[in-house]
């Protein structure tokens, strides 16, 4: 058994899981405009799912509007219906060839409530790093009782876990705070 492995699959499934918190916040809509929040709206056409950014173009000219050209004018109905479908709680409007999605300021009791959902999404990316973690440390107690790990390499097999747990740890603090005070800015 080496320890090298196990640490370096913790450390990777750990970026993973904060990577996967990062682009599930971007997608949070903080006021401004931002094509993440609509990037992995999941649109039905000829009988497929796809996300949206495989069908047209997103941008943001301003801030207060996202712009979707699709690349094929027949996907323009199905993308409206995901976009009406989703929980942006935005009415698109479209001139035949773009939709064009207005983003209103946000209201106080609306920004209080994403902040829980950014503080909920937070504490799951956390949560998957414990179950990482834990997973990490099974698999050296496992090695120690099969005699593959002496008893001072395992503690500082599993000192290093701690390590790397704590770090993925602050990361996900640090992005949430920082989405937090996004959402809090006026």
Known sequence: MDVDEVLLDADDRMDKAVESLRQTLAAVRTGRANTA???RLQVSHYDQVMPLNQLATLAAPDPTLVTVQPWDKSAL?????AIQA????????????TIRLPIPPLTEERRRELVRLVGARSEEGKVAVR???RHAI???RKALRAGELS???ERRALTDVEEITGAHTKQIDEIGQQKEQELLEI
């Open 131 to 133: 179950n990482i973690r």
């Open 86 to 97: 989703s929980d942006l709680g935005i009415t698109p409007s479209n001139d035949g060839a």
């Open 77 to 81: 109905q199905p993308i409206m219906k």
């Open 138 to 140: 099974d698999e050296l």
């Open 151 to 153: 008893e001072d390499e």
């Open 37 to 39: 929040i609509v990037e």
